[in-house]
Nanobody, 128 residues
Framework: QVQLVESGGGLVQAGGSLRLSCAASGRTFSRVTMGWFRQAPGKERDFVAA????????LYADSVKGRFSISRDSAKNTVYLQMNSLKPEDTAVYYC?????????????????????WGQGTQVTVSS
């Protein structure tokens, strides 16, 4: 079992920044990839960013490239999502997820079906 706990969400004005954290516990040694997804009301859960624990390989959704940055601290079993230049369309519940491998098929690290453990989510609201 793996437990994931997100934190750092909140309300911010457009153009502002937030940093989300995801603390992993349990059988973390079996994990290879960590990802962030988001879900706005009435919409699908979409990929945002992912990173591999070993070499720090990253992947970003086009909508966040150049604004968001994912990083990991292996000593703390924690993954971060630094979000800058936030826009109202970034408003969503942000979920941290964990995969036991690095998916290389369609979608690569962004393939939602590869992730089998999920956090409870943290709300990010960007006001205009």
């Amino acid at each position: 079992q793996v437990q994931l706990v997100e934190s750092g969400g909140g309300l911010v004005q457009a153009g502002g920044s937030l940093r989300l954290s995801c603390a992993a516990s349990g059988r973390t040694f079996s994990r290879v990839t960590m990802g962030w997804f988001r879900q706005a009301p009435g919409k699908e859960r979409d990929f945002v960013a992912a990173i591999t624990w070993d070499y720090g390989i990253t992947l970003y959704a086009d909508s966040v490239k150049g604004r968001f940055s994912i990083s990991r601290d292996s000593a703390k079993n924690t993954v971060y999502l630094q979000m800058n230049s936030l826009k109202p369309e970034d408003t969503a519940v942000y979920y941290c997820a964990s995969a036991a491998y690095a998916p290389d098929g369609p979608g690569g690290l962004g393939a939602r079906t590869a992730y089998d453990y999920w956090g409870q989510g943290t709300q990010v609201t960007v006001s205009s």
